[in-house]
């Protein structure tokens, strides 16, 4: 069994552009690195109600160069586009799984729709980092509608799990990813569950609505992380009720990360270089749209 090493509490809500309300449930800024790689840092948008509006809210053109982006929408919509013409809307179920490598320009919004209509929006945003081989990898955009993502029963009646990347059991997820990871969406009814992680893994659990008691003897509830040591290769969950989880495991990247804003390099001066690359147009431009 994986024990647990902490349960954190995610910090009130701060606004990511104009759209999102989110909180931070962990970063690697705050000195976790070492515990969460090869995850960065994940930022859980609402639950929030929007009144409809004319013009949609959300986040304007910035840059990212080293890392990955990754949007799991549970309730809403959200347009994207970026400079590698790339763009589209994902709604509920639904994945974008951007590649920001040696540069990208992207900007996210609420979709026309959900901005006319207004409503309820819940989402989560991943960063993952890259390993240095990769970082300057040439930018990619996923788009994995919900049902190209596979969902699997857990033994007993226990829940569900949808594998967006990596593998449960003999299950695969369509994401594709640089290290050896995975990103499971999980359903849990009350009563007993088993997860697995492969030994010797980073492994988080994040409890996105419900309350879960880990291995017997901790509790987390809502908007908290439960971080596991490396050694071991299952966790064992209680759902008191209805429970909404999201398990990220990967394979540590053993190298040093130097970030700075949108930017995630081993070095200060590859962050010095991605700084002067985008002042200096080499990112590209978001194409205008149709």
Do not use: C
């Not at 859980?44 to 910035?62: I, L, N, T």
């Not at 990596?166 to 990813?177: I, L, S």
């Not at 492969?198 to 992380?225: F, K």
């Amino acid at each position: 069994m994986k024990k647990v090493i902490a349960i954190q509490s995610s910090p009130s809500r701060h606004w990511v552009g104009d759209g999102f309300p989110v909180r931070s449930l962990f970063s690697y800024s705050s000195g976790q690195a070492a515990r969460v790689s090869p995850f960065l840092l994940l930022d859980y948008a609402g639950p929030a109600q929007f009144e409809k509006a004319d013009k949609p809210r959300g986040v304007g053109e910035h840059p990212h160069r080293g890392f990955e982006t990754v949007t799991l929408v549970y309730q809403g919509e959200v347009a994207h586009r970026d400079s590698t013409g790339e763009g589209g809307v994902i709604g509920p179920g639904d994945v974008q799984w951007m590649t920001a490598g040696a540069g990208i320009l992207h900007e996210e919004f609420h979709s026309e729709s959900f901005t006319r209509t207004g409503g309820m929006l819940e989402m989560v945003q991943l960063w993952v980092n890259l390993p240095a081989a990769h970082k300057m990898t040439r930018p990619r955009y996923q788009a994995i509608l919900s049902q190209a993502i596979p969902e699997v029963e857990l033994p007993g009646g226990a829940g569900t799990v949808r594998v967006i990347a990596g593998r449960h059991g003999d299950t695969t997820g369509p994401a594709f990813t640089f290290s050896p990871l995975t990103v499971l969406d999980i359903r849990l009814h009350p009563g007993q569950a088993r997860l697995y992680a492969p030994n010797g893994w980073n492994t988080l659990l994040v409890v996105l609505s419900g309350s879960i008691r880990v291995n017997g003897d901790r509790s987390a509830e809502e908007a908290q992380l439960v971080v596991f040591d490396r050694a071991g290769d299952y966790l064992d969950i209680e759902a008191r009720a209805e429970a909404k989880l999201l398990l990220l495991a990967g394979e540590p990247i053993n190298e040093a990360v130097v970030g700075y804003g949108p930017f995630v390099m081993n070095t200060q001066d590859e962050i010095q270089q991605a700084m002067e690359d985008y002042r200096s147009g080499k990112f590209g431009r978001i194409p205008a749209p149709d």
